[in-house]
C-alpha cells in the first residue's frame, strides 16, 4: 500500500507540475487551483502518508487505511477533473461533482489521521 501509494502520487507530481510550467509559459493562472490541489493533496499528502504507512504496517493493514486509499484516490481525481472542466469552460452545472470530490477527499484524509492516532506505535 505505501509503495502503490508513492508511485501514484508521483503521478500527481508529474500532471501538478505540468499545470505549473503550463501557466509560467502563457501567464494564464487560471489554473492555479488545480495546480496547487494536485500537488498538495496528490503529491505532497500522498507521497507521506505513503511513507508513513511504509514505515509502519501497523498503520497501513487496516480497513481504515484501505478506505483512506480508495477515496482518496478517487475523490481527488474527481475534484480535480470537475474543477479543470469549470475553469476551462465555465459550466456551473459540474460544481456537484466537484463538491463530491472534496467531501470524499476530506473524508479520507479524516479516515487516515483517525487510523495513524489510534494505530501508529513506537516500535
Ligand atoms: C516545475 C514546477 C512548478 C511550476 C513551474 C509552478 C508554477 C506555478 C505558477 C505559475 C503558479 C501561479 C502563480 C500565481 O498565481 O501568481 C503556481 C502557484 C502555486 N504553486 Fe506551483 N509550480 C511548480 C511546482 C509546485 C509544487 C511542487 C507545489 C507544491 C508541492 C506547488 C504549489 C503551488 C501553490 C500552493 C500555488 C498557489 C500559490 C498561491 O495561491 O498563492 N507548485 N505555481
Ligand atoms: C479536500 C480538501 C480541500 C478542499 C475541498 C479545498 C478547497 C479549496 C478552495 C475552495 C479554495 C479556494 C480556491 C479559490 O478561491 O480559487 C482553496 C484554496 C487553496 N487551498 Fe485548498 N482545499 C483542500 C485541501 C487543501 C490542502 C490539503 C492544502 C495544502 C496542503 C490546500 C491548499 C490551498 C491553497 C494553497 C489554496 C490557494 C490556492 C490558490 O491561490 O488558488 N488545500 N482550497
Known amino acids: 500500500m505505501g509503495i502503490r501509494l508513492i508511485k501514484i502520487s508521483v503521478v500527481y507530481f508529474m500532471i501538478g507540475v505540468l499545470f505549473g510550467l503550463y501557466m509560467s509559459m502563457t501567464h494564464d493562472y487560471s489554473f492555479t487551483p488545480v495546480h496547487a490541489h494536485i500537488n498538495l493533496l496528490g503529491w505532497t499528502a ?42 476551462s469552460s465555465g459550466n456551473e452545472g459540474i460544481i456537484p461533482v466537484i463538491a463530491a470530490g472534496g467531501v470524499l477527499t476530506t473524508l479520507a484524509v479524516l479516515l487516515f489521521g483517525y487510523n495513524v492516532l489510534t494505530k501508529l506505535k513506537a516500535e
Open 46 to 87: 500522498l507521497t507521506l502518508a505513503g511513507i508513513i504507512y511504509h514505515l509502519f504496517p501497523a498503520v497501513s493493514q487496516t480497513k481504515l487505511a484501505k478506505a483512506h486509499f480508495w477515496l482518496h484516490n478517487i475523490g481527488l481525481p474527481l475534484m480535480m477533473i470537475g474543477l479543470f472542466y469549470l475553469i
